[in-house]
């Protein structure tokens, strides 16, 4: 048995969520490889909707087994409340998480740093979630971490102590940043800490595992694992448009690393992709649209971020970057988004190529500032039909079937389903 991967293949949000809910039926478990709780996961269903930041989006089926892997980074207050919030919808929270001892832990003092430091960038920021991801990254490659593993000892409270200290002076001493009047999560400092302590506790009631042996025994005894990506490949910490990335490695090597699973026991990788593009934060976006269609597509697409709530900025598809990402992750399949944002359009345009210096490149160049180079489309008449209802792709008009042909000629892997709606039911899957 091997395991699957899902990922997303832009700059985050593509609707991995939804998708993992929707195959999940097909696994036995599912399993967060990294990032930590700046994702945020949709899923809707019986017109409920919910967003999930460190939990795998298995958890509302009620027999699979979720897994946050070890290469996660976990703030257990922000997990507690989001367990809260699911038990309240029923999902079986407690029975069916299993947490990997070798996922790192966010500290406050984590999310203090990541504000330091963006108000320390000014303009140059990254535009963070601001939830400590790269801070926590950071002490996990200098060594200097703490890992869930951890709360289950003596020493837990001294090695946190003293990660405090250190945390506390340099954003004292170096960044000059006032704690006292910074809030997280609308809660000063002291009392996040408060908050943080109970929520240790209480991760310690969930089942504390060894994640690589698990997930290895899984596959030896057939079980079958969904391997969740969190942020897309744009954003990966090495190939995406560094410095403004996040601080993993969202590529489907990621999933070996974040689950102790070796490269020649990866089975499908799942690429997802919006028929359009969005990114929210910083950084080089060649095909943003910064007029009106821009503006339509963040409206009909109701495109502000699921944890954040910050508007994302939009643009057309661009292939330069879907091939790269598709490259890097070896995808096997295929899954375009949000069609029916598109369903009003009168033209669609797709980034075929860049130009630059009257050049044409096909490769997604070091840097990618828009400054430096064009992007070049070519255009596609809109469907101009309602997508709902359509689940079989005969159904589908042909503007739109001319499209996707289109980008399957191009990325050269099938595109297996087609998204025409959050829910789950919107989904054309044959
Ligand atoms: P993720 O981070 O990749 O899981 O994606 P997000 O949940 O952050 O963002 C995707 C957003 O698009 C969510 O609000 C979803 O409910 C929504 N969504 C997912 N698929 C579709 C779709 O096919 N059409 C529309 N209109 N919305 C979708
Ligand atoms: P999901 O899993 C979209 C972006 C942030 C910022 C950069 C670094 O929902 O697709 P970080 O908080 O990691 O230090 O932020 O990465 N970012 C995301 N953008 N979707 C996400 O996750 C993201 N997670 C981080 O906006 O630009
Ligand atoms: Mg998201």
Redesign the pocket.
Known sequence: MNVDVLL?LQ????G??KIVDVLTPKYDVIARFQ?GP????TIEFNGSKHVLHTIPSGIFHKSKINIIGNGVVIDPLIFENEANELKLSGAPVEKNILISKKAHIILPTHRLI?AASETAKGKAK??????G??PAYTDKVSRTGIRIGDIQNSSFKEKYKQLKQLHLSLIKDFYKFDVSIFLIDKLSFEEYEKRWFKAIDYIKKFNLIDGEYYINTCLEKQISILAE????SM?DIDFGTYP????SNTICAGACIGLGVSPNKIGEVIGIFKAYCT?????PFPTELLDETGELLREKGHEF????G?P?RCGWIDLPALKYAIMLNGVTKLVMMKADVLNDFDIIKVCTHYIQDGKKIENVPFNMNIEDFTPSYVEFNGWKKNLEGITKKNDMPSALKKYIAFLEKELKVPIDFISTGPDRTQTITQ
């Open positions: 997303g700059w985050g949000d593509e991995k969520g990032g700046n994702a945020g996961h990541d990254i535009g963070s979630t601001l939830k991801i790269g990506g969190a942020q897309g954003l403004f990335v996040t601080s990114r929210v934060g910083s950084g971020g699921s944890t954040t910050r994302r």
